[in-house]
């Protein structure tokens, strides 16, 4: 398959997480929103990996190529992950303060 | 294999303490939280010392990590940046039950940090960027009986999320095209492919968050003004000026070949960061607040330094962040104490801070001061070279807007030491006695703008590290 | 061509988007209740305070699992990489556990894993 398909694909997804995350007022659904958008850069980086490892093995069969993307991807999924676990612990803090996720109760803090 | 420690000397030994800390934190004695502190800060005396001894430089890790005498120099500030800030968060945190907790996450940013300062490498910067900035949400959720530290903190990991988002989709793009996540194959390879620029335009948005230059600013404000003083002091000296040095070195070595390109974004966002940061700061109440708009606008000043693209422009920005950490750190030591006395935080409240605490008032006033850029303070010199290394592109009308800035930063930074001086108050904070570790503190910040200042040696070492 | 259809293009993309959201403004019915600030707007209303019921060791062993198991990721490329590092590869494999067994120790000293 031709790798634009992916990059069209990617660019939908991260565009979509991007939209949640500016519209969305709920601190849960805006974290859900961030993970679409990793979730892209990560199919968007094994895709090229695989794009350049073929294109490697078309000049060279024995090249090795592409692996340090796929190296990046499992980072990404354990800083995700990181980044969520901090940010639930505070989204839990925040509802024992409040007792609501919904960001717009955040306004204090304006002008 | 000794190399191997040589090299990495400043990270293993900040990972060192860390576990040291740990083992203290996870034994079953119950220390004295004065011990402690002493011993916290007697390591990082140590830790910061220990940085000037060695002088090795070269690649490790299959070309991921690299070190040199400008990246050694830039750690040792970031290390005196938090050695102050330990000692201005003292007596804080003598009265909070998670001291060491606080160390840990502190000294954990520092290390990412040292890793993204180091890192030759897309992956390695990554992880560094990140490492430096999730525990800083947690940190800035320090006070954790109040409710406007854990805004403060969901503000910034919402922020710190959406934008290592960004920066991840620009790094993917660059992978796309390049087909090589490390900085020599990119510097090679980067070109104007409408993809490529793409990638980069969202790596710079990525920058710009960390930094918070205008228009992505939004989060610095609410997260200064909510999180614990000490911690707003790290965010805006340690985690922006280690972004500052890293956006640095990346544009000029890595993205030389699109100088036209960023050209335009990093002026841009130059003038862009003065002017909003500068009317902002005209308005606000609290001096946190305050600090945070004034900071954005030294941003602004940062970049067009940055803009030049030489070696004398970059030096240049070294050279204005050590400045700006001595200054920025004295206005907040200041902060810190009044703040953990009365609690006070507002600009009306430091009116008439003269009649009772003029040490303090000196104090605020020479930090002020060398912010705005006033003659003999270090900041004149720090803005005069900045200027100097942007005016290097012949874009005037850059350095124009520039010092018209400086001339209404100039007022907001005189309205503060007007209150602080002239104006009378009836309920004035009252005689605070100083403790000794924000007395250091202050002291080294003060000798610092005076130092930096006066004697050009500063300016010229940071030249000869880079050539 | 060139600029101009790019300064085309972004002018569509703004008219597209501003009128979307517009003609959404205009017509839709915009409804504010509770549901639209809970963690699931679809689903049965929660009766009652929903806090209270909750049992806060599931989020801490939550968030501890999420941890320690994606951190557990990073022995797939290990494994394929490790016979060809040879005993190096072990002693970095320690180091990283030794590292996750120290986070491990916190939380156990600070009761995160004691069932409350």
């Known amino acids: ?32 929103c961030v993970e679409l958008m990793l979730n892209a850069v990560n199919l968007l980086l094994v895709a090229f990996s695989k794009m350049h490892a073929q294109n490697a093995i078309a000049i060279d069969p024995a090249a090795v190529a592409g692996v340090e993307a796929q190296l990046f991807v499992f980072f990404i999924m354990v800083v995700a992950a990181a980044e969520v676990s901090v940010g639930l612990a505070i989204i839990v803090m925040m509802y024992r303060n409040i007792h609501s996720v919904d960001v717009n109760f955040l306004n204090r803090l304006k002008h | 294999m000794s190399i191997f420690f040589l090299l990495l000397q400043q990270e293993l030994l900040l990972t060192a303490i860390i576990f040291v800390l740990l083992f203290v934190k996870l034994s079953t004695k119950q220390w004295n939280s004065q011990t402690v502190l002493s011993f916290v800060n007697i390591l990082l005396v140590v830790n910061l010392a220990a940085g000037f001894f060695f002088k090795e430089k070269g690649t490790l890790f299959g070309d991921m990590f690299q070190t040199n005498d400008l990246l050694r120099f830039e750690k040792n500030i970031l290390n005196l940046g938090t050695l102050l800030i330990s000692l201005q968060a003292y007596n804080w945190l003598l009265k909070h039950k998670h001291a060491i907790e606080f160390y840990l996450l502190m000294l954990s940013t520092l290390l990412g940090m040292f890793f993204m300062l180091s890192s030759s490498n897309l992956l390695m910067f990554y992880v560094g960027l990140e490492l430096a900035s999730i525990p800083l949400a947690a940190l800035a959720n320090f006070d954790l009986d109040k409710k406007r530290s854990s805004e403060a903190a969901m503000k910034y990991i919402m922020s710190s999320a959406f934008a290592s988002g960004l920066l991840l989709f620009g790094i993917s793009l660059i992978y796309g095209m390049v087909g090589s996540v490390n900085f020599t194959d990119i510097a090679v390879a980067a070109s104007e492919n409408p993809l490529f620029l793409f990638g980069f335009i969202l790596l710079i948005a990525g920058f710009g968050f960390k930094i918070s230059a205008v228009p992505f600013h939004l989060w610095t404000a609410d997260v200064y003004e909510g999180a614990p003083v000490a911690v707003t002091s790290y965010l805006s000296v340690i985690s922006k000026g280690s972004m500052l040095f890293v956006m640095t070195s990346v544009l000029s070595t890595v993205f030389a070949n699109l100088l036209f390109q960023w050209y335009n974004i990093v002026a841009v966002l130059a003038v862009l960061s003065m002017i909003v940061g500068n009317l902002f700061a005209i308005r606000q109440q609290n001096i946190k607040r305050f600090l945070a708009f004034s900071s954005i606008s030294q941003v602004g000043f940062i970049l067009i330094g940055m803009s030049g693209a030489n070696i004398e422009s970059h030096s240049s920005v070294v050279y204005f962040v050590l400045v700006y950490l001595f200054s920025n750190l ?30 303090l008032t000196w104090v605020l006033a020479i930090a002020l001061f060398s912010l705005a850029g006033i003659p003999p303070t270090a900041g004149f010199f720090g803005k005069f070279f900045l200027l100097l290394g942007g005016a290097s592109k012949g874009n005037y009308l850059l350095i124009i807007v520039a010092a018209l800035n400086m001339v209404i930063s100039l007022y907001y930074y005189l309205r503060i030491i007007k209150a602080m001086f002239m104006d009378a108050n009836e309920t004035p904070v009252e005689k605070l006695a100083i403790s000794w570790s924000p007395k250091i503190s202050m002291a080294v910040c003060m000798a610092g703008i005076v130092v930096t200042g006066i004697i050009s040696g500063a300016y010229e070492y940071i030249y000869s590290l880079l050539k | 061509m060139g600029a101009a259809s790019l300064i085309v293009l972004i002018l569509a993309a703004i008219a597209f988007s501003a009128g979307a959201i517009l003609i959404a403004k205009v017509v839709t019915k915009a409804t504010k209740n509770k549901q639209k600030a809970e963690p699931y707007e679809s689903g049965i209303p929660t009766r009652g305070p929903s806090w209270v019921q909750f049992n806060v060791g599931y989020y801490l062993f939550a968030l501890l699992f999420l941890i320690f198991d994606v951190e557990l990721i990073f022995l797939y490329p290990w494994a394929v990489a490790a016979k060809k590092v040879g005993l190096l590869a072990l002693v970095e494999i320690i180091i990283f556990f030794f590292i996750l067994f120290m986070g491990f120790l916190y ?10």
Do not use: Q
């Open chain 2, 330 to 359: 004295a206005a907040f030591a200041v902060i810190n104490v009044i703040s953990e006395a009365s609690g006070k935080e507002n600009i009306d409240d430091y009116k008439g801070l003269y009649k009772t605490n003029p040490a």
């Open chain 3, 107 to 116: 939380a156990h000293k600070k009761g995160a894993l004691k069932w409350k």
């Open chain 1, 1 to 32: 398959m031709p790798i634009t398909y992916y990059i069209f694909l990617a660019v939908a997804l991260f565009s979509i997480g991007v939209a949640g995350v500016l519209t969305r007022r709920n601190a849960i659904i805006i974290f859900m």
